[in-house]
C-alpha cells in the first residue's frame, strides 16, 4: 500500500471512529556505515527504517499509536490503540492538531549528488584517508576509529485539516580516532567532518588535521590547579552547548526545570553573546522546513547580545505562557510524543580568528575537548565539573599540552563571563554549532 494512500485512508477512518482531529506522522530513514582497521574493512553495515505514528484528539485527550507495518491491517490496530491510549490519560492538556502556517521556506536537505555516490567510492575514500594518516608520522601507531557513515531519509505530517508536508534530507560524517606514541608515552587525537558535498572531501587534508591533533598532545606538562583565563575551541564549546540546551526549553522552564524561567526580556549573558537558531544553515547537515507539529520553522534569535528573545516552544508551551510557537516542537522518531529540541542552535560568530584570541592571553589554557558531559554536569542548576583536554597558553602562544585536567563552573557564569568570540564556527553532527569562545577564567584542577 503507498504511503499517501494509506495515510489518507487512517486519517479518513480515524475521523469515522470518533476521533475529533488526527495526524499521521511517517518517517524513514537509511543509513550506510563502513569502519577501516588496517587497509580492511573492519566493520560494514546498512539499515534501513521506517514507520507511522497516529495523533489524534479523542474525548478531548490526545491518543498516540505507531507501526512499522503499512498495510490494510494497521488502520483498525492504529485507531483502537490511540484511542486506548487517550483513555488512559488523566486529563484533557489541551493539545490539537495543527492547521498549517501560512507559507513554509523550500530549503533542500538533500543532494541528488551525494545520492549518487556509490558505496565502493566511499569505501575507497576512507581507506585512502586511514593510509594517509597512518603514513603521516612515524609516531601514529594505530587508528581506534576510522569510520565513514552517511544517512538519507524522509518524513511526511499529514492531517484531517489538510496539511500535507513532506521532505527529504541526506548528509555524510567521517569520524577518525588516532593513537600516537612517543616512548612511554601514548595520546589520541579525534577529527569529525559532516558534509553533503562529497566532492569537497580531500583526503590528504582530512589526513593531515587528524594526524596533527593527535600528535599535537604530545609531550604533556603539569600547570599549577588555579583559576585561569580559557580559550574553549569551537567543537569543546559547541559540546558544552549541546549539553546545557534543555535551559532554553519552554517545557523545563514550566516545570521549574531551568534557571531561565521569567528572564524572557532580560539580560542573561555578555553583551558579545548572540545564540541563534537556524534551520537553514549552510554548514550543519541537520535542519528541517517545518517542525513535529507542522509549524514552518524559520532562523530565530534565542539570545541577542545577551538579552534572552525566547525560549523554545511547541504549541503547546506556547499557550500556556500565552506566546507564539517558536516552531521547536520535536518529535525524536514516528514512535515519539512531541518534545521540544532546537535544529541547528549555535552561538554567532565573531570577527577575530581562534590564534588571535589565543595571542590575547599571557597566561591561560586552550580546551580542546570534554568528556563526561552527561554526568558531570546539571542542567537545572548550571553547574558542571568535566575532564578536558586542551594546551598551556604562555604568553600569547600555545606552550605544551596540558596533563589530565578537570574544569568546573557553571554554565549560566560561562555565557556570561565571555569576553570575545572567534570567527571559525563549526557544527557538530547533532545541528550544534559554536566558535571558539575567550572566557574570563575557569576553575583548571590538573591531576
Known amino acids: 500500500m503507498q504511503i499517501i494512500e494509506f495515510q489518507e485512508e487512517l486519517l479518513s477512518k480515524a475521523i ?33 527504517e521506517g514507520g507511522l505514528g497516529l495523533r489524534g484528539l479523542f474525548n478531548g485527550k490526545m491518543g498516540y499509536a505507531y507501526t512499522e507495518k503499512i498495510d490494510e491491517d494497521s488502520i483498525p490496530f492504529l485507531i483502537e490503540s490511540a484511542k486506548a491510549n487517550a483513555d488512559v490519560l488523566d486529563e484533557d492538556d489541551g493539545s490539537d492538531i495543527f492547521g498549517g502556517s501560512k507559507e513554509y521556506a523550500n530549503h533542500s536537505f538533500y543532494s541528488e549528488e551525494l545520492a549518487k ?20 608520522d612515524p609516531r601514529i601507531v594505530t587508528l581506534n576509529y576510522c569510520v565513514l557513515q552517511d ?8 492531517n484531517n485539516k489538510g496539511l500535507s508536508l513532506k521532505e527529504k534530507k541526506n548528509g555524510l560524517v567521517i569520524f577518525i580516532s588516532a593513537v600516537v606514541k612517543d616512548g ?18 580531500d583526503a590528504d587534508k582530512i589526513a593531515k588535521e587528524a594526524a596533527e591533533e593527535a600528535l599535537s598532545h604530545l609531550r604533556e606538562q603539569s600547570i599549577p590547579t588555579g583559576k585561569y583565563p580559557i580559550i574553549m575551541r569551537h ?37 558579545v553573546f548572540t545564540l541563534l537558531d537556524d534551520p537553514f544553515h549552510p554548514d550543519a547537515v541537520a535542519g528541517s522546513n517545518f517542525d513535529g507539529e507542522g509549524v514552518a520553522t524559520k532562523t530565530r ?14 504549541r503547546k508551551t506556547a499557550k500556556i505562557d500565552g506566546v507564539e510557537t517558536t516552531g521547536h516542537a520535536h518529535k525524536a522518531s514516528y514512535k515519539s510524543t512531541l518534545t521540544i529540541a532546537p535544529l541547528n542552535m549555535f552561538i554567532a560568530p565573531g570577527e577575530k580568528s581562534k590564534d588571535d584570541l589565543i595571542t590575547s592571553i599571557a597566561n591561560g ?11 558531570g554536569t546539571n542542567t537545572i542548576s548550571g553547574d558542571f565539573s568535566v575532564a578536558a583536554a586542551g594546551f598551556h597558553i604562555k604568553d600569547g602562544n600555545i606552550s605544551t599540552p596540558v596533563k589530565q585536567m578537570t574544569i568546573a563552573g557553571n554554565f549560566f557564569d560561562l555565557i556570561n563571563n565571555i569576553e570575545e568570540i572567534g570567527s571559525d564556527l563549526n557544527f557538530l553532527p547533532g545541528g550544534y554549532g559554536s566558535p571558539s569562545l575567550r572566557l574570563k577564567e575557569l576553575s583548571v584542577t590538573v591531576d
Open 235 to 271: 567543537d569543546a564549546a559547541a559540546s558544552l552547548l549541546a549539553t546545557f540546551t534543555p535551559i532554553f526549553s519552554a517545557e523545563n522552564t514550566q516545570k521549574d526545570q531551568s534557571l531561565l524561567k521569567g528572564k524572557v526580556g532580560k539580560k542573561v549573558a555578555s553583551d
Open 16 to 48: 469515522e471512529a470518533g476521533f475529533k482531529e488526527a495526524e499521521v506522522y511517517y518517517e524513514r530513514s537509511d543509513s550506510f556505515q563502513c569502519m577501516i582497521f588496517e587497509g580492511e574493512i573492519d566493520s560494514y553495515e546498512t539499515s534501513e
Open 151 to 158: 544517512f538519507a531519509g524522509d518524513r511526511m505530517l499529514a
Open 301 to 314: 534569535n534565542i539570545v541577542s547580545n545577551g538579552i534572552l528573545e525566547t525560549l523554545l516552544h511547541n
Open 117 to 136: 555516490i556509490q558505496i565502493p567510492e566511499k569505501i575507497d575514500l576512507i581507506k585512502s584517508i586511514e593510509k594517509k594518516v597512518l603514513a603521516y
Open 365 to 375: 589554557v586552550l580546551i580542546t575537548d570534554l568528556s563526561g558531559l552527561h554526568s
Open 184 to 201: 612511554e608515552e601514548m595520546k589520541t587525537g579525534s577529527f569529525i567532518k559532516l558534509t553533503r558535498d562529497f566532492g569537497s572531501l
